[in-house]
C-alpha cells in the first residue's frame, strides 16, 4: 500500500520533477560503487555523489535532506533486506560515514511520452512500473556483481519509433530501450511476476519494451553483502526540484545520427531492432545500388523496400551463420555450377567472421570437393582471411533437416540462428528444380530447402533468400510476383520462402550489399548499444577493429581474384555458359567493378 502512495505522490510530481533512484553505502565502498556505476552507465546513470554525512543534494534540489526526502526506504543488513521504512533519521549516527548515491530514473521521460501521445499503462492502471532481474550480468567491479534490473512498458508497436527517439536522448534517465520484443531474450519468464513492482497488462497492439534500471542498485547491494546500507524502495524515489532539461530535449528533432529507428526483425520470437536514421538511409541507397538492372530482367517487380536492412539487422544479432548457395544451371557441363553466388557467399562470410560471427556453408555434397578447392584458393589470394568449413546435407530422414539445425534435435539449442541462401536453387511448387529456361535440375540438387522450411518451425532461427530471377530458395516470399511478371514464372518460382527476400540485379551484388551494410551497422552507436543491451560503457571499434572490418569488405581487386578462381575450376557464367570473366553474362569490367566501387563509395561516407 505504501508503495502505491508513493507511486501516485511520484506521479502527480512527475510533470516538472526529475526523479532519482538511491544507494546509500559505507564510505569505505563509494569508490567501488562510482567505479561500477561507470562501467555501466544505462542501468546506473550517476547523478551526484555525496560527501559522507552530506544529507543535501545542492546539484538536485534545494533544502533536501535525503534521510527524509524519499517516501519509503530499504534497510540491507548483511546484503538481505530487514525492512523498510518511511525516514532514515534514526540512522543519522551511521549515515555519518556512508556516502549517498543519486542515480537516473526511467520515471523521468514518462511525462515526454504522455506530451508525444504515447499511453503509458502503468500510470493508466494506476500502479507501479514492472521491474526484473534479467540474465544480463553487469561489469562487475570488486565486490560489485550483479544482474541487471530492467523495467517494462508496453508500447503500441506504431509508437516505438517515437519512444525511442525520446529516451534516447535520456542518457542520464536511463537512454534507450535495451530490447523491444519477446522477454525470455533477457531472461524472463512471465511477465506478469516482475522480481520489483506491479505487473502491468498489455494492451491489443502493445509490444513489451525494455529499458535499464536503477533498481539494478538495490541487486548490487545484496551482491556486495554491506554491514549495513539503504536504497529507496522501487516506486519511491528522490523527487528534484531541477528543470528537466531532458524534455526540451527530447522534444527537438534529432539530427539523423542521433534519431533511431526500430524495425521488426523476428515475429517467433517476438524481437525488434534499432538503427539510426542515418544508417537506415545508408542501407537504403545500398539496397537500391544493387537492385540496378542492367540485364534488364524486370526484377524491380520482385523489390521489397527494408528486406537488405531487415536481415542485416538480424544476422547483427546472430551468433552462428550458415550460408548455401550453388545453382547448377549447366546441367550439360561439368561442373554444372554458374559464377553467380559463390563469390557472394564469400563476401558474407568474411564480413561475418571479421563481426567474430560462426559461419559455416552448405552446399551439394556432389560439388563438396571442387568448393573446398575454391575455397582454399580464395584464403592462399587474400579474398578471404580463414577458410569457412564446409557442409552438405542430403536429407536421408524425415528428421534430418531438424538434427542438422538443433543439436541432438532439440528445438531449444539450434547450432545456427540464421540461415542465408544466395543464388541457390530452389524448390518449386511441383518439387522440381528449374533454371531460367525452365529445365528441372532436380538430379544436381540436394534438398537443402528442408533446411530452410524447418527452420520455419524453430524458434530463433531466421533466413533469409537472395535471387535475382525468383527461382532461388527464399524467393519464395515473392513467389506470386514472380509468377506474374519473371518469364516462366509460373513454372520457375522457388515455393521456399525466407522471413526476408533481397532482390538484386545480380545475386552476388546482394552478397557485396550485405556485407556493406553489416559494416555500417557495425559502426552505428545507436545499434551497438541495442546489440549489446545497454551493458558496459559505449565504445566506438579499436583501429585494429575497424581494419579488420574494412578489409573484409568486398573490393575490385578480391571480386576479380575470385572470379578469376571459379573460372580455373570451370565455373561458367549463368546466362551465356561463357568460361570467363562474367556473370550473368555481364563482363566484370565495367558492370561488375563499377558497382562495387558504387558500394565502397556509399560506405566510406559512414567512416
Known amino acids: 500500500t505504501l508503495v502505491l502512495y508513493c507511486l501516485n505522490i511520484t506521479t502527480i510530481l512527475l510533470e516538472n520533477q526529475p526523479q532519482a533512484n538511491v544507494v546509500i553505502l559505507h564510505k569505505s565502498l563509494a569508490d567501488g560503487f562510482e567505479a561500477f556505476c561507470h562501467a555501466n552507465p544505462s542501468p546506473l546513470p550517476l547523478l551526484y555523489r555525496s560527501q559522507p554525512g552530506e544529507w543535501g543534494c545542492p546539484p538536485l534540489a534545494a533544502d533536501a535532506d535525503i534521510r527524509v526526502d524519499c517516501p519509503q526506504y530499504c534497510v540491507f543488513k548483511d546484503g538481505l533486506l530487514v525492512s523498510r521504512v518511511s525516514s532514515l533519521m534514526s540512522y543519522s549516527g551511521q549515515l555519518q560515514d556512508m556516502v549517498t548515491f543519486y542515480l537516473g530514473c526511467s520515471f523521468s521521460f514518462e511525462r515526454t511520452m504522455r506530451e508525444a501521445g504515447v499511453p503509458v499503462r502503468n500510470v493508466e492502471q494506476n500502479c507501479n512500473v514492472s521491474m526484473f532481474r534479467t540474465s544480463l550480468q553487469c561489469r562487475g567491479v570488486g565486490q560489485f556483481q550483479c544482474p541487471m534490473v530492467v523495467t517494462m512498458r508496453p508500447i503500441p508497436e506504431e509508437k516505438l519509433d517515437i519512444v525511442a527517439q525520446i529516451t534516447h536522448l535520456t542518457p542520464l534517465a536511463h537512454g534507450g530501450p535495451i530490447h523491444i520484443g519477446d522477454p525470455a531474450v533477457l531472461g524472463i519468464q512471465d511477465v506478469s511476476r516482475p522480481e520489483y513492482g506491479d505487473p502491468v497488462a498489455l494492451g491489443p497492439g502493445d509490444v513489451p519494451a525494455f529499458w535499464a534500471c536503477g533498481v539494478t542498485g538495490v541487486e548490487a547491494v545484496q551482491s556486495c553483502k554491506p554491514s549495513l546500507a539503504f536504497t529507496h524502495s522501487p516506486g519511491c524515489m528522490f523527487l528534484t526540484d531541477r528543470e528537466d532539461s531532458s524534455v526540451s530535449a527530447s522534444t527537438s528533432t534529432p539530427e539523423p545520427d542521433q534519431c533511431p529507428l526500430t524495425f521488426s526483425i523476428s515475429q517467433q520470437p517476438l524481437h525488434f531492432s534499432v538503427a539510426s536514421k542515418a544508417v537506415v538511409q545508408s542501407i537504403r541507397d545500398l539496397e537500391k545500388i544493387i537492385g540496378e538492372d542492367p540485364g534488364e530482367r524486370g526484377i524491380r517487380a520482385l523489390f521489397v523496400q527494408d528486406e537488405l536492412l531487415r536481415s542485416c539487422l538480424s544476422l547483427s544479432h546472430s551468433s552462428s551463420v550458415l550460408i548455401t548457395t550453388g545453382f547448377p544451371t549447366h546441367y550439360t557441363h561439368n561442373p554444372p555450377e554458374e559464377t553467380d553466388g559463390p563469390p557472394g557467399a564469400i563476401a558474407i562470410a568474411a564480413t561475418l567472421q571479421a563481426l567474430q560471427k560462426e559461419v559455416a556453408i552448405v552446399t551439394d555434397h556432389r560439388a563438396l570437393e571442387m568448393n573446398q578447392r575454391i575455397m582454399e584458393d580464395a584464403v592462399k589470394k587474400g579474398v578471404i582471411k580463414t577458410a569457412v568449413p564446409l557442409l552438405s546435407y542430403q536429407g536421408n530422414s524425415p528428421d534430418s533437416a531438424l538434427y542438422f539445425l538443433c543439436h541432438d534435435g532439440d528445438h531449444k539449442k539450434p547450432r545456427f540462428d540464421h540461415l542465408v541462401a544466395i543464388e541457390r536453387s530452389g524448390r518449386a511448387s511441383d518439387g522440381n528444380y528449374y533454371n531460367m529456361r525452365g529445365v528441372n535440375i532436380k538430379h544436381l540438387v540436394d534438398p537443402i530447402d528442408d533446411l530452410f522450411t524447418t527452420a520455419s518451425t524453430i524458434p530463433g ?55 556493406c551494410a553489416l559494416y555500417i551497422l557495425s559502426l552505428c552507436p545507436i545499434h551497438q548499444r541495442y546489440l549489446h543491451k545497454g551493458l558496459g560503457q559505449p565504445h566506438p571499434p579499436t583501429q585494429d577493429q575497424h581494419q579488420a572490418w574494412a578489409a573484409s569488405l568486398p573490393s575490385v581487386a578480391k571480386e576479380e581474384e575470385m572470379l578469376s578462381i571459379l573460372v580455373q575450376h570451370g565455373v561458367r557464367s549463368g546466362k551465356t555458359g561463357t568460361l570467363g570473366m562474367e556473370v550473368d553474362g555481364l563482363t566484370f569490367h565495367p558492370t561488375h567493378s563499377d558497382l562495387i566501387i558504387k558500394l565502397r563509395d556509399r560506405i566510406s561516407q559512414r567512416k
Open 461 to 515: 532461427i531466421s533466413t533469409t533468400g537472395i535471387g535475382d530471377g525468383g527461382n532461388e530458395l527464399g524467393m519464395g516470399k515473392v513467389k506470386e510476383a514472380v509468377r506474374e511478371h519473371m518469364p516462366n514464372g509460373s513454372l520457375i518460382a522457388c515455393d521456399v520462402a525466407a522471413d526476408f527476400a533481397i532482390t538484386a540485379g545480380v545475386s552476388n551484388w546482394g552478397g557485396y550489399g550485405m556485407a
